[in-house]
């Protein structure tokens, strides 16, 4: 028997859980009309597209990444198989299988191949990564597997860029980061794993008073000078600069300086109107990423809505040692801040309700190109006067149709 709104408002029946919503009609359909759009770009960059699972066994999907996503992934039993299985929170590890198995599948040399690829899917996570954040996104992203050069970092993250460009965001800021930077000093520094993990934590809380019994446990004075200042070493272009001045000693953190400035040099080129901020103290994708990293603002969004880097030989654990790099977007979140997102259009034809051989023909014929909304019976012209713009009506010739613009309501 169906329970009255009230009976069911009580129970809690209507309530999604926390960070789970619906998508309404106009919702839904402009992130589709968005999801066509970005699909439509990525393969204009000859970016093919894979449509991963929604769930796969947990050891393969958590192959290669760090706590973080196990800790975000919804686990189940296989019924047939009794192993355990995983309801994805991240395609980019799916992504990396597929690499992997088409490479070695067809006996492809690693080091010469180049495979471009691109998805969107929805992903579920157990938990909110913030108030802002869902526990549903529609995540979007390409892949590069196979380039190692700082040319495919160039080119993923002119691609998130193009993206954003697509949704009409008014203003965009570049965060650009190195792990390898980060990683270099702390090898330098030869801290054991508690003095490892005491310097992240005093980096992440940008506790700079705590910084200098740090620095004093090494016994090279420009070492310590370099932590003693890694807080600082984030901001415009100069600040690369100071970073040259402090690193003078070691070869591999001047490289790391000169490819973050490479990519960030590229984008300001590609994309004048961007805002490139530089960090050499970004510890997010720590365990994850191994070189370039990125991450794109707006606004007055409280975080990133777009991010990625390289993550080179994610899929060694599937036999292929390969370098790779990308980015991942949600497409509800881009939707959310896109500039003049559309409103219901205004383009829609009305028919009538009759049942009629010809006016049947002349609707399908119609809807090849058009939409049409037929009446249902007891239906009044009125229901639709906010989308439908032209109606059709009978012609002056039996069994004959025609279009005319909808009257005043």
């Known amino acids: 028997m169906f329970e009255p709104s009230e009976t069911l408002?009580?129970?809690?029946?209507?309530?999604?859980?926390?960070?789970?919503?619906?998508?309404?009609?106009?919702?839904?359909?402009?992130?589709?009309?968005?999801?066509?759009?970005?699909?439509?770009?990525?393969?204009?960059?000859?970016?093919?597209?894979?449509?991963?699972?929604?769930?796969?066994?947990?050891?393969?999907?958590?192959?290669?990444?760090?706590?973080?996503?196990?800790?975000?992934?919804?686990?189940?039993?296989?019924?047939?198989?009794?192993?355990?299985?995983?309801?994805?929170?991240?395609?980019?590890?799916?992504?990396?299988?597929?690499?992997?198995?088409?490479?070695?599948?067809?006996?492809?040399?690693?080091?010469?191949?180049?495979?471009?690829?691109?998805?969107?899917?929805?992903?579920?996570?157990?938990?909110?990564?913030?108030?802002?954040?869902?526990?549903?996104?529609?995540?979007?992203?390409?892949?590069?597997?196979?380039?190692?050069?700082?040319?495919?970092?160039?080119?993923?993250?002119?691609?998130?860029?193009?993206?954003?460009?697509?949704?009409?965001?008014?203003?965009?800021?570049?965060?650009l980061a190195h792990v390898g930077f980060i990683r270099k000093v702390m090898q330098l520094a030869g801290y054991d794993a508690r003095m490892e993990s005491k310097l992240l934590d005093v980096l992440n809380r940008r506790a700079v008073a705590e910084l200098d019994h740090i620095a004093s446990a090494s016994s090279d004075p420009q070492l310590g000078a370099l932590i003693r200042a890694l807080p600082s070493l984030g901001g415009p272009l100069s600040v690369l600069d100071d970073a040259r001045e402090l690193c003078h000693f070691d070869s591999e953190l001047l490289t790391a300086i000169s490819e973050i400035e490479t990519l960030g040099q590229a984008m300001a080129s590609r994309y004048p109107s961007a805002h490139i901020r530089y960090d050499l103290c970004e510890l997010r994708g720590l365990n994850y990423h191994t070189g370039l990293m990125f991450a794109a603002y707006t606004g007055d969004y409280g975080q990133a809505i777009g991010y990625g880097g390289r993550y080179d030989n994610i899929g060694l654990a599937f036999g292929s040692r390969r370098p790779a790099t990308g980015f991942s977007i949600d497409l509800k979140v881009l939707h959310k801040l896109a500039v003049g997102s559309p409103q219901p259009e205004r383009s829609a034809i009305l028919a009538p309700s009759e049942s009629s051989a010809s006016l049947w023909a002349y609707i399908r014929a119609l809807r090849k190109t058009e939409k049409v909304i037929q009446l249902l019976p007891g239906q009044g012209a009125t229901d639709y006067a906010a989308v439908c713009d032209r109606q059709i009506v009978a012609a002056d010739e039996p069994d004959k149709w025609q279009l005319m613009p909808l009257l005043a309501l």
């Open 9 to 175: 408002a009580a129970s809690g029946k209507w309530m999604l859980p926390d960070g789970v919503e619906d998508l309404l009609p106009h919702q839904a359909t402009s992130i589709e009309r968005l999801r066509r759009a970005v699909l439509d770009l990525y393969a204009s960059w000859g970016y093919e597209l894979v449509v991963p699972p929604m769930i796969e066994f947990l050891d393969s999907l958590l192959t290669g990444v760090g706590s973080d996503l196990e800790l975000q992934t919804f686990k189940v039993t296989d019924q047939l198989s009794g192993r355990m299985l995983g309801i994805r929170a991240d395609i980019t590890p799916q992504v990396a299988r597929i690499d992997a198995h088409h490479t070695l599948a067809h006996d492809i040399d690693s080091d010469s191949q180049r495979n471009r690829y691109c998805y969107v899917g929805s992903v579920l996570k157990t938990r909110m990564e913030s108030v802002l954040a869902t526990r549903t996104p529609t995540q979007s992203g390409c892949e590069l597997y196979g380039e190692a050069s700082i040319a495919g970092d160039i080119e993923v993250l002119s691609m998130m860029l193009e993206v954003l460009e697509l949704a009409g965001l008014p203003s965009v800021h570049v965060d």
